[in-house]
């Protein structure tokens, strides 16, 4: 498991290329920061909605770096690593470009449904599951608050390890 990254982004809304990201945390298979970042936007001024969610304000992020500033980062990161992130097809969608040289992309809620096993014939794939219910269910303990990215990140990351068990 020494190959895995784990990834989480807070943004300002669902909808890649319009909404932005606000946080990104990427920690190693240790929980330990190799990046743990507030993001400014350059496009979106407020997110009234996702605010009440993670509760990151347009003060918080005024004098964070942007996106572009940090990709060559992320791209170093990511770099010959599985990355797990929990519900992958959001936060990929946030991050064109920055997966090109990682060795995969892997999605620990759908993992993690199929493990479940609860089976959803509207969707006729296995039933999807929040991250602080799959959590609850694995026993994390969270360490900050759900909705922000690091403590999202280490929820992630005690989620596949139970997963991979």
Known sequence: MNNYVYLDTETTGLFPGEDEIVEIAIIDNNGNDLINTLVKPVRNKSWVYAQGIHGITPLMVANAPTLDSLKDKIISVLKDKTCVIYNANFDVGFLPD?????????????????????????????????????????????SGKAHRAKADTLACKSVWEYLKK
């Not at 449904?113 to 006729?124: F, L, P, V």
């Open 98 to 142: 920055c997966f090109n040289d990682s060795t995969e992309i892997a999605c620990c809620m759908l993992d993690y449904a199929e493990k479940i096993g609860d089976w959803n014939d509207y969707r006729n794939s296995y039933k999807w599951h929040k991250l602080i219910n799959a959590a609850s269910h694995v026993k994390h303990v969270w």
